[in-house]
Structures are given as C-alpha cells and as structure tokens.
C-alpha cells in the first residue's frame, strides 16, 4: 500500500499504534540474541502540579548555617533547597531496543503534535538529539507533510554541524552513533546516516536500524505501513 497523503491528519491517531506494534512484531522477530524490543516513553522531569498550580514540597535552609556545617565538619551538609518532583513519560510511545539492560536504539514515528508549536518542535528535536548524544541508534519517520518550512531532519544534521540538501517531510532517516574520533580540538562521534524522501502514492523504503558498527536490523517499513494502514481501514 503506497504512502497516504498526510496533509489530512485524520486518521493518523489510528495509524500510529498499529503501525509501531507491527514494527515491534517486525523488529523482535529478527534481532540477533540479547537484544529485546519494547515500547516505551521516555522520561521527562517536571514539577508535580494539580488544579494549575504547582504541587512542589519546598525546604529551604539559612545559608550562614550550611557554612558553618561545611566548616566545621560536624553535620551533614544539608541543600539548599528540596523540591518535590516527579518524572513522567512522554505521552508518545516508542520502539525502543536494548542490549543486555541498557538502551541501544530507538524507532520514532512522528506525530502531529510532536511539531504543532515552538515549544513542540524544540521539546522532540532534543528529545531525538539526546538519543544521539548518549550514543543511542536513531530511526526517525515522518509521512506528515505540515507545518511546511520545517524539517525534524534538517534540524538533526544542523545540530549535528553537518551540511546536507534539504529533507523536508515525509521522510525517513537512520542515525548510526559510531566509536570516538577527533573533531578538530575536542573529540566527538563519528556518525553514519541514512536518508529517504518519501513520495506519496510511492512504497516506502527498507532501512536499517543500527545495533551497533557492525550489525542491524533492516527494517522494511512498506510491509509495516501496509499492515497498520489496512487495519486502520484506510483504503
């Protein structure tokens, strides 16, 4: 089934569980032993709130008493300020795979309100970037079409210091977080990237997503994308 017209979003909220299940059914299948795949969010700190009001449990501490705890060295040095927060999940799910308990790759399927305001944009764009900052294997696809002008993509490489053509949506991209090297006077991560325009009314393509240097698994994302679509009751 060839790629819909997501400028009409209706619909997607119906695509897009379906389509990351079968991609978990798709990955699972096909990692190598050691590997698991899961669906998971991924944490974000905020402040405990309620009734549109923060929640925060707040104690704070006279100054000229800590300083003299640290000097004499009698007391346990006590903070400044404690705060009750809380850790939440993302609402959005992700395919995310790890080896041996520690996260390794992550599949992300855009949605609408991942890039509906600033704030959206800029919250996902480093939620995708952390991925690669902690040395973790990315794929990031999106068929949506709007807001036109931006590109989670373009961004990424941006970040990234590189200068590539453009890739607006749809498209798919892999990320692949390689071994340590040299970048000028500092040192940084010699990263592999794949990158796909998407074409509606065209299949989608087979992409790796990384594991490691040396291993994938190839992901083809036309055969997931029909199944979900069909479920959906798009056509």
Same mark, same amino acid.
């Given at each position: 089934m060839p790629l819909h017209d997501w400028t009409d979003e209706r619909g997607w909220d119906s695509v897009h569980p379906l389509w990351l299940t079968y991609l978990l059914e798709y990955v699972q299948e096909r990692l190598p032993e050691g590997y698991k795949a899961f669906l998971g969010g991924v944490p974000s700190l905020t402040v405990d709130s309620g009734h549109g009001k923060p929640d925060v449990s707040v104690r704070q501490w006279d100054l000229e008493s800590v300083a003299e705890a640290v000097t004499s060295g009698t007391s346990v040095l006590e903070p400044d300020l404690e705060a009750s927060v809380a850790f939440r999940l993302a609402p959005q799910r992700a395919l995310h795979i790890d080896f041996h308990g520690q996260l390794i790759a992550a599949l992300e399927l855009v949605s609408p309100r991942n890039k509906d305001r600033a704030d959206a944009k800029e919250t996902y764009c480093n939620r995708y970037l952390g991925y690669l900052r =902690? /040395?973790?294997? !990315?794929?990031?696809?999106?068929? =949506? +079409?709007?807001?036109?002008?931006? $590109?989670?993509?373009?961004?990424?490489?941006? $970040? #990234?210091? =590189?200068?590539? &053509? +453009? !890739? &607006?949506?749809p498209f798919a991209a892999a990320y692949r977080? /390689?071994?340590?090297?040299?970048? /000028?006077?500092?040192?940084? $991560?010699?990263?592999? !990237?794949?990158?796909r +325009?998407?074409?509606?009314?065209?299949?989608?393509?087979? #992409?790796? #997503? +990384? #594991? $490691?240097?040396?291993?994938?698994?190839?992901?083809?994302?036309?055969?997931?994308?029909?199944?979900a679509a069909k479920r959906a009751y798009l056509d």
């Open positions: =902690l /040395g973790v294997h !990315l794929m990031l696809v999106d068929v =949506l +079409p709007r807001p036109k002008g931006y $590109s989670f993509a373009d961004v990424i490489t941006s $970040s #990234l210091g =590189l200068d590539l &053509p +453009p !890739l &607006p949506p977080v /390689g071994e340590v090297v040299p970048v /000028g006077d500092d040192m940084g $991560s010699l990263v592999g !990237l794949w990158r +325009p998407l074409r509606v009314g065209q299949p989608l393509p087979t #992409l790796p #997503l +990384p #594991l $490691s240097v040396h291993r994938a698994v190839v992901i083809d994302l036309e055969e997931t994308y029909q199944r």
